[in-house]
C-alpha cells in the first residue's frame, strides 16, 4: 500500500486547486476525446473499448452454454466451432490480456507515482487506435463467418485453406500486439524516470510493481507471438513447410512457439489482478500489507519464472519424458510466489477490522478463485494427472477460474474501488455487494461443474457429448446464466451513479496511496504542485479515527 502525502496529511482535502476543472469538465468536443493525450481520458477510451469486447465474447459463451444445455444441442457443429474460437481470442486478447493494464494502469500509473501523465502520451494514444484497428479486423473475420481453428491456431487446422477467415483473426491477434508493447514501454519508462521525490522503489505501491511486472512480460514475449503468427502467413500463402506436417513443417514447433507467448501471457492477466488486490484488501482491511518486500519479489518472481513453464500444455503432444519431467518441476517452482502473495494477503486480514463493500467482496473472490485454480493448476503440471484429463473439460474448468474467475473479479474489484475517483459519484454500495456475491455464486455453478465432468471423461470443444453428462452440463448452462445477470449488473448501476449518485469525496475509502491526494474526479493535470513522498508505512486506526504507523504512533499530518 502506497505511502503518501502532499504536504497535508493523508486524510485531509486535496491540495489540487478547486478552480482547476477535472478531466472530465475540460473541453468536451468528440474532437477533444479522439485527440486526446490526457492519460485518464485515454483510459476510458480503452475501458469503452474492451467493455465492447467483453460483452461480445461473453455473447459468444452464451450460445455455447445453451448449446451444451442439452446432448442435441442448437448449434451446427460449424457454427459452435466459430463461436469457441471467437469467444476464446475475443476474451483473451481483446479483454483479459488488455483489461486492467490499459483502463487501470493508464489511468492510475501517473496518479500513484506523483506525474503529471505518462512518459509519451502520443504513444499512449496510438495504442488506442491500434487496439481498435486489431478489433475490427476481428470483427470482419466474425461477421463474415469466423473463424474455426480455436484460439490456439494448431496446425494444421489453422493452415488448411479451407478455414479462409483464419488468417483474417490471426492478424488481428498480430495488430493488437503492437498495442501492447507500445502500452508496456510507455509504463516501464514512466515508472523509471517520473517518479515523484521520495517516491523510490520500495514505497511503489504494489499495483505498480505489478504493472511493472506485466510490462516487462509484454514487452519480452509479445514479439514472439508476432513472429509465430508472421510465419504463419509465410505458410499459408507462400506454401513454405514450418509448422503443418503435409507440407513438410513441424507441428510441435508451432506449439513450443505459441506456448512461449501464451504461458507468460496467463501471468500478464493475472499479475495486475494480484496489484489490484494487494491494493484493495489492506485499505478494507484496515491493516497494511503484511510482507511487502516479499510480495514485490514474488510478483517479480513469477514474472520470470513464468517464460520457463511452457510446454507443461505439451505433455501429451510427443515431447521427450525427460522434457515432460523438467517443465512439471519448473511449474511447482513458479508455484511458490504465487502461494507467498496468497499467504500474505490472508495474514494481512488476520486480526483486520475488515469492511465487507463491494471492492473487498471481489478482492476475496480473487483470492479463493485464483487459488482454487492454481491448485488445480498444480494437478495439470502432475504428468500422470495430467495425461488422464489433458484435452477434458478438467482444463477448461482450470483455465477459466484462474483467468475469468480471478481476473474479471479484480477487474470488478478495481472497477469498484476507483470508480469515485475516477467519476467522482459513488454508487449504490448494496446493489453492488449483491452483484460481487451473485457473480462469485454463478461462476462457481458454471464452471465447478465443469471439474467433475472433466474428471468423468468429457473432451473440450465439442458440440455433443453423451446423454449421461447432460445433468452436469446442465447445471454448467444455469450458473451461465445467472452469471450473465451479475455481468451486466455493474453496467446498470453504475450508468445510474452517473446521472444520479452522491457526489464523492476526495478519500471516500480513507485510503493511504498516493492517487487519493487529489480530488475526485482528478484535475487535468492530476495535481496542482508535485507531491513528496516522504512518510513511513501507516494505516487507518478505527478506534482512534486517525491513521497511524505500524508501530501505532499516531500519524501527524
Same mark, same amino acid.
Given at each position: 500500500?502506497?505511502?503518501?502525502?502532499?504536504?497535508?496529511?493523508?486524510?485531509?482535502?486535496?491540495?489540487?486547486?478547486?478552480?482547476?476543472?477535472?478531466?472530465?469538465?475540460?473541453?468536451?468536443?468528440?474532437?477533444?476525446?479522439?485527440?486526446?493525450?490526457?492519460?485518464?481520458?485515454?483510459?476510458?477510451?480503452?475501458?469503452?473499448?474492451?467493455?465492447?469486447?467483453?460483452?461480445?465474447?461473453?455473447?459468444?459463451?452464451?450460445?455455447?452454454?445453451?448449446?451444451?444445455?442439452?446432448?442435441?444441442?442448437?448449434?451446427?457443429?460449424?457454427?459452435?466451432?466459430?463461436?469457441?474460437?471467437?469467444?476464446?481470442?475475443?476474451?483473451?486478447?481483446?479483454?483479459?490480456?488488455?483489461?486492467?493494464?490499459?483502463?487501470?494502469?493508464?489511468?492510475?500509473?501517473?496518479?500513484?507515482?506523483?506525474?503529471?501523465?505518462?512518459?509519451?502520451?502520443?504513444?499512449?494514444?496510438?495504442?488506442?487506435?491500434?487496439?481498435?484497428?486489431?478489433?475490427?479486423?476481428?470483427?470482419?473475420?466474425?461477421?463474415?463467418?469466423?473463424?474455426?481453428?480455436?484460439?490456439?491456431?494448431?496446425?494444421?487446422?489453422?493452415?488448411?485453406?479451407?478455414?479462409?477467415?483464419?488468417?483474417?483473426?490471426?492478424?488481428?491477434?498480430?495488430?493488437?500486439?503492437?498495442?501492447?508493447?507500445?502500452?508496456?514501454?510507455?509504463?516501464?519508462?514512466?515508472?523509471?524516470?517520473?517518479?515523484?521525490?521520495?517516491?523510490?522503489?520500495?514505497?511503489?505501491?504494489?499495483?505498480?510493481?505489478?504493472?511493472?511486472?506485466?510490462?516487462?512480460?509484454?514487452?519480452?514475449?509479445?514479439?514472439?507471438?508476432?513472429?509465430?503468427?508472421?510465419?504463419?502467413?509465410?505458410?499459408?500463402?507462400?506454401?513454405?513447410?514450418?509448422?503443418?506436417?503435409?507440407?513438410?513443417?513441424?507441428?510441435?514447433?508451432?506449439?513450443?512457439?505459441?506456448?512461449?507467448?501464451?504461458?507468460?501471457?496467463?501471468?500478464?492477466?493475472?499479475?495486475?489482478?494480484?496489484?489490484?488486490?494487494?491494493?484493495?484488501?489492506?485499505?478494507?482491511?484496515?491493516?497494511?500489507?503484511?510482507?511487502?518486500?516479499?510480495?514485490?519479489?514474488?510478483?517479480?518472481?513469477?514474472?520470470?519464472?513464468?517464460?520457463?513453464?511452457?510446454?507443461?500444455?505439451?505433455?501429451?503432444?510427443?515431447?521427450?519424458?525427460?522434457?515432460?519431467?523438467?517443465?512439471?518441476?519448473?511449474?511447482?517452482?513458479?508455484?511458490?510466489?504465487?502461494?507467498?502473495?496468497?499467504?500474505?494477503?490472508?495474514?494481512?486480514?488476520?486480526?483486520?477490522?475488515?469492511?465487507?463493500?463491494?471492492?473487498?467482496?471481489?478482492? =476475496? &473472490?480473487?483470492?479463493?478463485?485464483?487459488? #482454487?485454480?492454481?491448485?488445480?493448476? +498444480?494437478? *495439470?503440471?502432475? @504428468? /500422470?494427472?495430467?495425461?488422464?484429463?489433458?484435452?477434458?473439460?478438467?482444463?477448461?474448468?482450470?483455465?477459466?477460474?484462474?483467468?475469468?474467475?480471478?481476473?474479471?473479479?479484480?477487474?470488478?474489484?478495481?472497477?469498484?474501488?476507483?470508480?469515485?475517483?475516477?467519476?467522482?459519484?459513488?454508487?449504490?454500495?448494496?446493489?453492488?455487494?449483491?452483484?460481487?456475491?451473485?457473480?462469485?455464486?454463478?461462476?462457481?455453478?458454471?464452471?465447478?461443474?465443469?471439474?467433475?465432468?472433466?474428471?468423468?471423461?468429457?473432451?473440450?470443444?465439442?458440440?455433443?457429448?453423451?446423454?449421461?453428462?447432460?445433468?452436469?452440463?446442465? =447445471? &454448467?448452462?444455469?450458473?451461465?446464466?445467472? #452469471?450473465?445477470?451479475?455481468?451486466? +449488473?455493474? *453496467?446498470?448501476? @453504475? /450508468?445510474?451513479?452517473?446521472?444520479?449518485?452522491?457526489?464523492?469525496?476526495?478519500?471516500?475509502?480513507?485510503?493511504?496511496?498516493?492517487?487519493?491526494?487529489?480530488?475526485?474526479?482528478?484535475?487535468?493535470?492530476?495535481?496542482?504542485?508535485?507531491?513528496?513522498?516522504?512518510?513511513?508505512?501507516?494505516?487507518?486506526?478505527?478506534?482512534?479515527?486517525?491513521?497511524?504507523?505500524?508501530?501505532?504512533?499516531?500519524?501527524?499530518?
Amino acid at each position: 500500500m502506497s505511502v503518501t502525502t502532499v504536504e497535508r496529511g493523508p486524510a485531509a482535502e486535496p491540495a489540487a486547486a478547486a478552480s482547476e476543472p477535472s478531466y472530465l469538465t475540460g473541453e468536451n468536443t468528440v474532437a477533444s476525446w479522439l485527440l486526446t493525450r490526457d492519460h485518464k481520458r485515454i483510459a476510458l477510451l480503452f475501458f469503452a473499448s474492451i467493455t465492447f469486447f467483453f460483452f461480445i465474447g461473453g455473447f459468444a459463451a452464451t450460445l455455447m452454454r445453451l448449446n451444451l444445455a442439452t446432448p442435441e444441442g442448437l448449434l451446427q457443429p460449424a457454427v459452435y466451432n466459430r463461436m469457441f474460437t471467437m469467444h476464446g481470442i475475443i476474451m483473451v486478447w481483446f479483454f483479459l490480456i488488455p483489461s486492467i493494464p490499459t483502463t487501470f494502469g493508464n489511468f492510475f500509473v501517473p496518479l500513484m507515482i506523483g506525474a503529471r501523465d505518462l512518459a509519451f502520451p502520443r504513444v499512449n494514444l496510438a495504442s488506442w487506435y491500434v487496439f481498435n484497428l486489431s478489433g475490427l479486423v476481428v470483427l470482419f473475420a466474425l461477421v463474415m463467418g469466423g473463424a474455426d481453428a480455436g484460439w490456439t491456431f494448431y496446425t494444421p487446422l489453422s493452415t488448411s485453406y479451407a478455414n479462409g477467415y483464419v488468417f483474417a483473426a490471426a492478424l488481428a491477434v498480430f495488430i493488437n500486439g503492437f498495442s501492447s508493447i507500445m502500452t508496456s514501454l510507455n509504463f516501464i519508462v514512466t515508472i523509471h524516470r517520473l517518479r515523484a521525490p521520495g517516491m523510490t522503489w520500495m514505497r511503489l505501491p504494489l499495483f505498480i510493481w505489478g504493472i511493472y511486472a506485466v510490462s516487462g512480460v509484454m514487452l519480452t514475449a509479445t514479439p514472439v507471438l508476432a513472429m509465430d503468427t508472421f510465419l504463419l502467413a509465410v505458410e499459408r500463402f507462400l506454401g513454405v513447410g514450418l509448422f503443418d506436417p503435409n507440407h513438410g513443417g513441424d507441428p510441435l514447433l508451432w506449439q513450443h512457439m505459441f506456448w512461449f507467448y501464451s504461458h507468460p501471457a496467463v501471468y500478464i492477466m493475472i499479475l495486475p489482478a494480484m496489484g489490484v488486490a494487494s491494493e484493495i484488501i489492506p485499505c478494507y482491511a484496515r491493516r497494511p500489507i503484511f510482507g511487502y518486500s516479499g510480495m514485490t519479489m514474488a510478483l517479480m518472481a513469477i514474472a520470470i519464472l513464468s517464460f520457463f513453464v511452457w510446454a507443461h500444455h505439451m505433455f501429451v503432444a510427443g515431447i521427450s519424458i525427460y522434457s515432460g519431467v523438467a517443465f512439471s518441476l519448473m511449474t511447482f517452482f513458479v508455484a511458490v510466489p504465487s502461494a507467498i502473495k496468497v499467504f500474505n494477503w490472508t495474514v494481512s486480514l488476520h486480526k483486520g477490522s475488515i469492511i465487507f463493500d463491494a471492492p473487498m467482496l471481489y478482492a =476475496l &473472490s480473487f483470492v479463493l478463485l485464483f487459488t #482454487l485454480g492454481g491448485v488445480t493448476g +498444480l494437478m *495439470l503440471a502432475t @504428468l /500422470g494427472i495430467d495425461v488422464d484429463v489433458h484435452g477434458t473439460y478438467f482444463v477448461v474448468a482450470h483455465f477459466h477460474y484462474v483467468m475469468v474467475g480471478a481476473t474479471v473479479s479484480a477487474f470488478f474489484g478495481a472497477l469498484h474501488y476507483w470508480w469515485p475517483k475516477m467519476t467522482g459519484r459513488l454508487y449504490p454500495e448494496i446493489w453492488a455487494r449483491f452483484a460481487a456475491i451473485l457473480t462469485f455464486v454463478g461462476f462457481n455453478l458454471t464452471f465447478f461443474p465443469q471439474f467433475i465432468l472433466g474428471y468423468l471423461g468429457m473432451p473440450r470443444r465439442s458440440y455433443t457429448y453423451s446423454p449421461e453428462w447432460q445433468s452436469w452440463n446442465l =447445471l &454448467s448452462s444455469a450458473g451461465a446464466s445467472i #452469471l450473465a445477470i451479475a455481468y451486466i +449488473l455493474p *453496467l446498470l448501476y @453504475l /450508468g445510474w451513479s452517473l446521472l444520479r449518485g452522491r457526489k464523492a469525496s476526495a478519500n471516500p475509502w480513507r485510503a493511504t496511496g498516493l492517487e487519493w491526494a487529489t480530488r475526485s474526479p482528478p484535475p487535468a493535470h492530476n495535481f496542482e504542485r508535485t507531491p513528496v513522498v516522504a512518510l513511513e508505512p501507516y494505516c487507518y486506526d478505527p478506534e482512534r479515527d486517525t491513521y497511524v504507523t505500524q508501530e501505532g504512533v499516531p500519524h501527524a499530518g
